[in-house]
């Protein structure tokens, strides 16, 4: 490789490189997806990155804004990768909103002990017959 290749990296690799996808597959679907931004624009799983874009991405309902550091050079450890971007504030303490909301919305389901038996299926059957209701 040359010093010019250093320089970039494709978003699909730097996504798996940087552990925010298990598998590169996943991370050129989510970029093919529309999920990926770099520098506000729509990327392309072939999209090549530097030092200092800002990379916007969207896994699950989470929210991530980045700017790019240091390009890795292989996927390693967590604690090494995470020199490699530098996380957006205002995103983090979006992505606690979201993720308290989800937990409160959790905590408001009712409590189920899970799968009915023979007898409470039977009541169940019976009283939806009662209602009107076809099986």
Avoid at 18 to 31: H, W
Wanted: glycine share 8%; aromatic share 6%; proline share 5%.
């Amino acid at each position: 490789m040359s010093d010019r290749d250093n320089e970039s990296l494709r978003i699909d690799r730097w996504l798996w490189f940087t552990r925010f996808y298990k598998t590169r597959v996943l991370a050129s679907d989510a970029v093919t997806g529309g999920h990926v931004k770099i520098n506000g624009e729509r990327a392309k799983p072939g999209s090549k990155i530097r030092e200092g874009d800002v990379i916007e991405l969207v896994r699950g309902r989470l929210p991530f804004r980045l700017e790019a550091g240091p390009l890795p050079v292989r996927r390693g450890p967590a604690s090494e990768v995470k020199c490699c971007y530098a996380e957006d504030d205002a995103t983090q303490q979006k992505r606690q909103a979201i993720i308290n909301g989800i937990r409160q919305d959790r905590q408001q389901m009712p409590r189920t002990t899970g799968r009915p038996d023979k007898h409470t299926r039977r009541k169940l059957r019976d009283y939806g017959r009662s209602q009107g209701k076809a099986e």
